[in-house]
């Protein structure tokens, strides 16, 4: 995993497999959290097999607290479900991959799992 951010539902709890809201509470520290926007903005996810996503390198400082995708970042919310949704797939003990973000208003749906998980890992 890149820089972890995020984690939560987004507006409105629409999201509920997520953290509730009250993590935006812990984590505002002005008018609206960063968190929150890059929750709302980067729901997409990428897999890659293998442990060769690139970090933020240099660019982490600019990138910590941005609200857009950015190589090297990883949501919250995208790695747990990754992992949890790992678990339905026969063959996949064993194996590394790395979850990076994709701008996206919405998660992927259960066919757009199934898709990633099949492209980089040869799932059938």
């Not at 996206?104 to 199934?114: G, I, L, Q, T």
Request: proline residues 3%; contains cysteine.
């Amino acid at each position: 995993a890149g820089t972890l951010k995020g984690g939560a539902c987004g507006e409105n709890n629409v999201y509920s497999q997520y953290l509730s809201e009250s993590f935006y509470e812990m984590t505002k520290s002005d008018i609206v959290t960063w968190q929150l926007l890059f929750d709302c903005n980067v729901r997409g996810v990428k897999l890659v097999k293998g442990d060769v996503l690139p970090g933020p390198g240099m660019k982490a400082v600019f990138t910590a607290t941005g609200t857009e995708e950015h190589e090297g970042d990883t949501s919250r919310g995208g790695i747990a479900e990754a992992m949890v949704r790992s678990l339905e797939f026969e063959g996949l003990e064993n194996i590394d991959f790395g979850v990076g973000t994709v701008a996206s208003r919405d998660p992927p749906s259960d066919d757009e799992w199934k898709a990633l998980f099949s492209s980089c890992l040869a799932i059938t």
